[in-house]
């Protein structure tokens, strides 16, 4: 089963940021548009934003937009979601996945992590 890893989630307060890492262990995550999705207990999973193979198009949920920025490194197989200024209301489980083209729906994407927990509190 070909899965992704995220990395980098954690406990901030309102304001501060966070990196967020998804790589590849088996498979070759250039060749793939990657989405990060999230998902707040009892809500259901909402995309975040997307990006393409080569990097020069990214989307992003209306409710991240100039806060979060998402990037790759295909030579390291890695995509990076750099979350500023954060939010409590941005807690959640965030998922890296990997499909063929950047979709808002989850079942546009093929390959998932298993989540990395971000928390905003003071």
């Known amino acids: 089963q070909l899965q992704l890893v995220e990395s980098g989630g954690g406990l901030v307060q309102p304001g501060e940021s966070l990196k967020l890492s998804c790589t590849a262990d088996?498979?070759?995550?250039?060749?793939?548009?990657v989405g990060w999705f999230r998902q707040a207990p009892g809500k259901e999973r909402e995309a975040v934003s997307c990006?393409?193979?080569?990097?020069?198009?990214?989307n992003y949920a209306e409710s991240v937009k100039v806060r979060f920025f998402s990037s790759r490194d295909n030579a390291e197989n890695t995509v990076l979601l750099r979350m500023n200024s954060l939010k409590p209301e941005d807690n959640a489980v965030y998922y890296c996945?990997?499909?063929?083209?950047?979709?808002?729906?989850?079942?546009?994407?093929?390959?998932w992590g298993q989540g990395t927990q971000v928390t905003v509190s003071s």
């Open positions: 088996v498979f070759t995550l250039a060749y793939y548009a």
């Open positions: 990006i393409t193979t080569s990097g020069s198009y990214t």
């Open positions: 996945a990997a499909g063929v083209d950047c979709g808002s729906d989850s079942s546009d994407f093929d390959y």
